[in-house]
């Protein structure tokens, strides 16, 4: 197998509107309007990229320039473009209304093109993919093109990462994980998993039933974020809580994003599970305390730093 992985959804441009008193609804509230790019894919992509992992990014995007400008900046980071597909369309958009502690009020997503990428699409590249050490895929895509990925990665044994994106988007996972093809891992939040379990993942036995019940489905793994309180884990060696990294909060966008990445970074160099969710949850640590999705402070250095510290504090 490859050593690349390739990460296929969401890539957008990202406003980020925080306000800096106490949201009003309904008024104008005095706030920063800030620019930058996302979208989960890319998102993991770059932070996957600033780990020195190997990555593609499969999206689409507009011929506009911000689908110009989105294309550029992965490039500058290392990520190979090749398979971003450029159409006569708007790039997608996301805008995020913080409160003036950083937490997300609402968010607007208008990501139209990426419904470019069609099972058509994802079969005409399924040399490229099978050749991956490892695919991540968001539920940006529509629910039969997970299903046409899905069906290349169990075809060509390339482990399979899904992410549900958020709970309007989680219900498209269904059509994969009906099908009972082999998903590597799972990664949704807390209501994330409610809405695809149906179970009250508020509770320890609610989490536990939402997970087991995807294992007996063909999930090997489930990292389940919780938010500040840090994740929970299901696997074949059973399942435990992990707690979260305290530090500031400026913004939580692309916290869980970060996350991932650090999780596709442990698990790809073959550390377990636990090591993976620990990974993640000091990349959204690092991500939490900055204004961009994506953290300049986060290098492999600083996750196998935190990892080793984390392993000392663990064998005292």
């Known amino acids: 197998k490859g050593v690349r992985i390739i990460s296929v959804g969401g890539a957008n441009v990202d ?46 995007v507009g011929t506009d320039e911000a689908g110009a400008a989105l294309v550029a900046d992965c490039e500058r980071a290392g990520i190979d473009c090749s398979l971003v597909l450029r159409l006569e369309a708007a790039t997608g958009a996301y805008v995020a ?22 099972p058509e699409r994802i079969a005409a590249q399924q040399e490229r993919l099978a050749a991956a050490a490892l695919i991540f895929a968001d539920a940006n895509l529509a629910g039969p ?27 498209r996972l269904a059509a994969v994980l009906d099908a009972g093809v ?8 807390r209501d994330e998993l409610a809405v695809l379990s149906g179970e009250d993942t508020t509770t320890t036995a609610g989490l536990e039933r939402a997970c087991a019940g995807f294992r007996a489905r063909g999930v090997g793994n489930l990292i389940v ?11 074949a060696a059973g399942h435990e809580f992990l707690a ?19 999780a596709l970074w442990a698990l790809r160099a073959g550390r377990d599970l636990q090591a993976a969710a620990r990974a993640g949850q000091v990349a959204a640590a690092l991500t939490v305390a900055c204004a961009d999705a994506v953290s300049g402070e986060l290098s492999a250095e600083a996750l196998m730093g935190a990892l ?8 005292q």
């Open 97 to 118: 209304v913080l409160d003036a502690d950083g937490e997300l009020v609402v968010g607007i997503a208008a990501m139209e093109v990426i419904g470019a990428l069609t």
């Open 225 to 235: 974020g919780l938010g500040p309180a840090g994740a929970f884990l299901a696997s």
């Open 145 to 171: 093109t997970l299903a046409a990925l899905a069906g290349i990665a169990a075809r060509h044994a390339v482990p399979l990462v899904l992410d549900p994106v958020s709970t309007r988007k989680a219900p």
């Open 308 to 315: 080793a510290d984390d392993g000392e504090r663990g064998e």
């Open 15 to 60: 406003l980020t509107c925080r306000s800096v008193e106490p949201i009003q609804l309904a008024t104008s509230n005095p706030g920063t309007i800030h620019r930058s790019f996302g979208g989960v894919a890319r998102n993991v992509a770059m932070n996957l990229a600033r780990l020195g992992v190997p990555t593609t990014l499969f999206s689409a």
């Open 182 to 189: 082999p998903i590597f891992a799972l990664t949704p939040n």
């Open 244 to 262: 979260g990294q305290a530090g500031k909060v400026h913004d939580v966008t692309g916290a869980g994003d970060a996350a991932v990445a650090a």
